[in-house]
């Protein structure tokens, strides 16, 4: 997990990827917006760099969780935002 303190101070470094669905308002800069669903499906087509940090996130915490936890055990590197962007953006 990764708060949001560490995020803004990591933003340039890190993959940041939205997994919330398109109708849902707002998303952080820089961010790619792939649904929790696309991202399990279509992983290989997304090509996401291993020796990066990829840091996910949702409006509350719980498919950004689902997301870096599914993502690590693909052999990835990352985490959830804590709070997701409810708490980023308060």
Request: aromatic share 4%; net charge positive; hydrophobic share 40%.
């Amino acid at each position: 997990m990764i708060t949001k303190e560490e995020l803004k101070k990591r933003l340039k470094e890190v993959i940041l990827i939205d997994v919330r669905e398109a109708e849902e308002p707002g998303q952080i800069e820089g961010a790619q917006r792939v649904p929790l669903g696309k991202l399990i499906r279509d992983l290989p087509k997304l090509a996401l760099p291993v020796s990066k940090e990829i840091v996910c996130y949702c409006q509350g915490g719980t498919r950004g969780q689902i997301a870096a936890d599914f993502l690590v055990k693909k052999g990835l590197k990352a985490k959830n935002l804590a709070g997701g962007y409810r708490e980023y953006t308060a």
